[in-house]
């Protein structure tokens, strides 16, 4: 499974690429733990496969998954559930939540220095 950083999913963004980005965590965690563009679904929620391949539409689509932080499991399981049901192109967002903010707080810092 194919692993990502804050800063390889700032460039998918600043790129304009095609891709769905999913919170895996549960939907109350969904409003402290969202990335701006991410959609909220639960690797918990048996339905959990259905709900992205609805969302995408496709199993070819790109998927990135992510949860809390670096310790999480929830995206790691959730990306191997969507693996076993054939879904090609599945990126696994492993510093998630906690990283993207320390990331962006990063850079808002170093931008506010010019």
């Given at each position: ?67 809390a932080n670096s310790a999480c499991t929830f995206a790691g399981s959730a990306a191997q559930k969507l693996l076993d049901a054939g879904f090609v192109d599945v990126l696994l ?22």
């Open positions: 499974m194919q692993t990502i950083n804050a800063q390889e999913l700032k460039f998918m963004w600043d790129r304009g690429e095609d891709f769905l980005l999913v919170n895996t965590l549960a939907a109350a965690d969904f409003p402290k733990t969202k990335i701006p563009g991410a959609a909220s679904f639960p690797e918990a929620d048996p339905d959990f496969v259905n709900l992205v391949l609805q969302r995408t539409g496709s199993k070819e689509k790109t998927i990135v998954l992510y949860g967002y492993e510093g998630g939540a906690e990283e993207w903010q320390a990331f962006m707080k990063a850079k808002r810092s170093t931008v506010s220095k010019w």
